[in-house]
C-alpha cells in the first residue's frame, strides 16, 4: 500500500511543495534497483511520468521537480511552483504485480 | 509511442465486454504492457499486467477472477476481457507501456466503461 501526504497542497506562486509517499513494504527489487516512480495527471488528461527510479527526472521535465528517498519513504518536491503544475500527483511501485499508486495530491494555487 | 484503446460502452451489471488497446511506434512484443483503470473524479488503480511473451499475469484483488487480460504480438495488439460486470468497475480505463526501469513510460487517451442498469 502506498500513502500519499498531503492530499491537497495549497501553494503560493514560487513557493515550493512537497508530497510524501510511504509504502508499506520495501520497494528495493531482488535486482538492487528500487522502483519507485511520480507521475503528474492534469484534468481531462492521461497521467504523464515526470521521475523514475527515485530520482531520475523524464526528458522535457523541469530540474524544479526533483525526487528523493529510499526504501519505504519517498518525496517528491517541486521548487518555484508555476501555474502549470496544477494537476494531481500520484507515487507508483513497480516491484510487485500489478502496480499500485498512491492516493494522488492535488496541487492548487492559494 | 502511440496507445489507442477501444471497446468503451454502457454495460448492464453481470454482463461481458472485452477492451482492445493497438499500439505502435515501439517493438510491442519487447515490453510488458498494463490496463489502469480510474474511476471519475477518483485515482488510479492498477488492473492488470502481462509479461512481454504472454507467459505472466498479475491482477487486482478486486478483479482476479473475473477479467482476463492478453495480447496478441503478432497485431500489436493487448486486450481485457471483462465478465460479471459491477458497478463499481465503472472507470476510464487506460492502456499503459512499461519501461524496463520498473515504470509505466507511456499511456494511451483511455476508453470509458459504464455499468448501469
Known amino acids: 500500500v502506498l500513502t500519499q501526504s498531503p492530499l491537497s497542497q495549497p501553494v503560493t506562486l514560487g513557493q515550493s511543495a512537497s508530497i510524501s509517499c510511504r509504502s508499506s513494504?520495501?520497494?528495493?527489487?531482488?535486482?538492487?534497483?528500487?522502483?519507485l516512480s511520480w507521475l503528474k495527471q492534469r484534468p481531462g488528461q492521461s497521467p504523464r511520468r515526470l521521475i523514475y527510479?527515485?530520482?531520475k527526472r523524464d526528458s522535457g521535465v523541469p530540474d524544479r521537480f526533483s525526487g528523493s528517498g529510499s526504501g519505504t519513504d519517498f518525496t517528491l518536491q517541486i521548487s518555484g511552483v508555476e501555474a502549470d503544475d496544477v494537476a494531481v500527483y500520484y507515487c507508483?511501485?513497480?516491484?510487485?504485480?500489478?502496480?499500485?499508486f498512491g492516493q494522488g495530491t492535488k496541487l492548487e494555487i492559494k | 509511442v502511440h496507445l489507442v484503446e477501444s471497446g468503451g460502452v454502457v454495460v448492464q451489471p453481470g454482463g461481458s465486454l472485452r477492451l482492445s488497446c493497438a499500439a505502435s511506434g515501439f517493438r510491442f512484443g519487447d515490453y510488458n504492457m498494463h490496463w489502469v483503470r480510474q474511476p471519475p473524479g477518483k485515482g488510479l488503480e492498477g488492473v492488470s499486467i502481462i509479461r512481454n511473451d504472454g507467459g505472466l499475469t498479475g491482477y487486482a484483488d478486486s478483479v482476479k477472477g473475473r477479467f482476463t487480460i492478453s495480447r496478441d504480438n503478432s497485431k500489436n495488439s493487448l486486450y481485457l476481457l471483462m465478465n460479471s460486470l459491477r458497478s463499481e468497475d465503472t472507470a476510464f480505463y487506460y492502456c499503459?507501456?512499461?519501461?524496463?526501469?520498473?515504470?509505466?513510460?507511456?499511456w494511451g487517451q483511455g476508453t470509458l466503461v459504464t455499468v448501469s442498469s
Open positions: 507508483v511501485q513497480g516491484v510487485g504485480w500489478p502496480y499500485t
Open positions: 513494504r520495501s520497494l528495493v527489487h531482488s535486482d538492487g534497483n528500487t522502483y
Open positions: 527510479q527515485v530520482s
Open positions: 499503459a507501456k512499461d519501461s524496463p526501469n520498473g515504470s509505466i513510460d507511456h
